[in-house]
T-cell receptor, first 113, second 116 residues
């Protein structure tokens, strides 16, 4: 079945540091890949997505590239801010799209001044 | 404002006392789903619904029931709650296109349930 593996947290960075959160996946076919973010006390919201190999999703300074050869979708940001402190979830959808998402376990990011 | 609304946000109950967590969305989405979030396990799908009167089991359906009588509502029912159902629950909804959804789920703010 489908699965998503994320690096364990928490990750603690200083403001303006470079961020990478690793995500790898196992799936049959060609899933779409997503990053969701959960701010304290809130539900998850979509951060970015990529629907096919070599696509790059980007939003709010975050980027992730769909790498089929390494089955990865690592999240990066060049300069994090305190307001980026949240839990980040990597997810994939079933082959051919669809609504069912399989989530990773989440990575907590804490950014300090 | 487009939103998914869950109630209650917080609930402490006792083993065996039936409870319902309501979920309502105002975006006319066909698809709705319930997830539970547990430390170290991420989000796991409990039940989902592709449309009115169409529901199906997710990955962890045991101990839960759902219904979809109206498009906007998708309540989660715990007939006889047990302590292992203590968790943070999220309702989510999305569009369903001809080839399935886009993957953009819209989440409620969560309902934290404690079963003693």
């Amino acid at each position: 079945g489908n699965s998503v593996t994320q690096m364990e947290g928490p990750v603690t960075l200083s403001e303006e540091a470079f961020l990478t959160i690793n995500c790898t996946y196992t799936a049959t076919g060609y899933p779409s890949l997503f990053w969701y973010v959960q701010y304290p006390g809130e539900g998850l919201q979509l951060l970015l997505k990529a629907t096919k190999a070599d696509d790059k999703g980007s939003n709010k300074g975050f980027e992730a590239t769909y790498r089929k050869e390494t089955t990865s979708f690592h999240l990066e940001k060049g300069s994090v801010q305190v307001s980026d402190s949240a839990v980040y979830f990597c997810a994939l959808s079933g082959t051919g799209g669809g609504n069912k998402l399989t989530f990773g376990t989440g990575t907590q990011l804490k950014v300090e001044l | 404002e487009a939103q998914v609304t869950q109630n209650p946000r917080y609930l402490i109950t006792v083993t065996g006392k039936k409870l319902t967590v309501t979920c309502s969305q105002n975006m006319n989405h066909e698809y709705m789903s319930w997830y539970r979030q547990d430390p170290g396990l991420g989000l796991r799908q409990i039940y989902y619904s592709m449309n009115v009167e169409v529901t199906d089991k997710g990955d962890v359906p045991e101990g839960y029931k759902v219904s979809r009588k109206e498009k906007r509502n998708f309540p989660l029912i715990l007939e006889s709650p047990s302590p292992n159902q203590t968790s943070l629950y999220f309702c989510a909804s999305s569009w369903t296109g001809p080839q399935g959804g886009t993957g953009e789920l819209f989440f409620g703010e969560g309902s934290r349930l404690t079963v003693l």
